[in-house]
């Protein structure tokens, strides 16, 4: 050890400790312009970091994640929509070439030729040059998939049904028995795929808010109504008249259980 100099170490005995004049001075030469890691350094990373995590917290307590109400396999009119930043992958998927018959090369073989060129870049891109418009390649590729992305992301964002989005993914408190047999026997296996599981809508309408009538309902189901099919082959009577009385009988609630006037 030189005293002001700092320590001198050699990772292996056989390398021969380097004689010659340094490249870079020691930083005790600039004294009032360098700091020691421990404390000084490091109190400052971590005071900023505790500063960023409690803002952080304070965000999310303000202003916590949506919630939706619980998932359910059964309902076939649920429209999944992802993440913001996964919007532009979306809307690709609408596109002819890359939905359909054509779903394998939109949803894996074309974000992988994007995503493998992203990793490949350092391999693929070996110009000496630091500046980004002497690299038009380089750059030009950048610049035209960062305005693919924003592009795909915008259309995604302005043409979607965010009202409808909305409304299906809404948690709503209704007086519905799943374990009642005639939903377990009958409504879970002939409606949920269009009324959804909670029977509150989703390729047919809300059948908690719609407040029909026995008559009505067992009518609907026996000769069909608009784009809904008849029953009358699939259930036998005394089945319709089940389900009749128990979609007649379906009301909102609070989230007490107590019914909501009409």
Known sequence: MHKGKGMTFVGDSRIKQYKKAKLNRD????PGKTESFWPDFLLKEWMTGAVFLVAFLC????HPAPLERVADASDTGYTPLPDWYFLFLYQILKYTYASGPFNTFG???LPGIAFGALLLAPWL???PERKWYKRP?????????FAIIFYTTWESAAYHDWKKQEAQGAIAFTNLDKKDPTYEKIIKSNCTSCHGGELTGGAGPNLV?????PATVEAFVTHGNGAMPS???????DQIKEVAKFVANLHETDESGKELKK
């Open 27 to 30: 930083y005790s030469e600039f």
């Open 59 to 62: 965000l999310t307590v303000a």
């Open 107 to 109: 949803a894996i073989i």
């Open 125 to 127: 891109d070996r110009g």
């Open 137 to 145: 390649v380089a750059s030009g590729l950048m610049l035209t998939a």
């Open 209 to 213: 808010k719609a407040n029909l009538q």
């Open 231 to 237: 029953f009358k082959d699939t259930l036998t009577k």
